[in-house]
């Protein structure tokens, strides 16, 4: 498949998903954990996140970190991504107000709260799995 197929395949898959895994390393170990993810037009993914964290800490030691986003669980032929990344925290308030949600008012007092953060995920690699005998499929960024 040529690279503008395989976006617009990787676009559909983030388009039906906003749940994924979020792996960082800690001490040469993967810690992995489970984000709502929102993603922009250029494959930059970027998820809310409480600052007194060990993801917020881990990523200031090392911003390597690896995403799975996709699969509905029913087996062959679902769709999902495999990405990997370098992530940075934000703390800029005009991406803190786009990614605001009602929702997250358990953790934050609100969209000026300190505490709120965003990590933003820069990808490297994003690998399209799982559809047909054509994948893995690689789009290098």
């Given at each position: 498949m040529n690279q503008q197929e395989l976006?617009?395949?990787?676009?559909?898959?983030?388009d039906q998903h906003k749940i994924g895994t979020l792996a960082t390393v800690k001490e040469g170990k993967p810690h992995s954990r489970f984000m709502t993810f929102s993603n922009d037009d250029d494959f930059t993914f970027y998820t809310p996140t409480h600052k007194e964290t060990h993801k917020a800490e881990e990523i200031e030691?090392?911003?390597d970190v690896h995403i799975l986003i996709g699969?509905?669980?029913?087996?062959y032929g679902d769709a999902y991504l495999e990405v990997e990344g370098q992530a940075k925290i934000r703390d800029d308030q005009?991406?803190?107000?786009?990614?605001?949600?009602?929702?997250m008012d358990r953790w934050f007092t609100g969209k000026g709260d300190s505490n709120y953060i965003v990590l933003e995920i820069y990808p490297e690699t994003i690998r399209l799995m799982n559809v047909g005998e054509t994948t893995p499929e690689v789009l290098d960024l």
């Open positions: 976006k617009k395949k990787i676009y559909n898959v983030l030691a090392n911003p699969y509905e669980g029913e087996g005009k991406v803190k107000d786009w990614l605001w949600d009602e929702g």
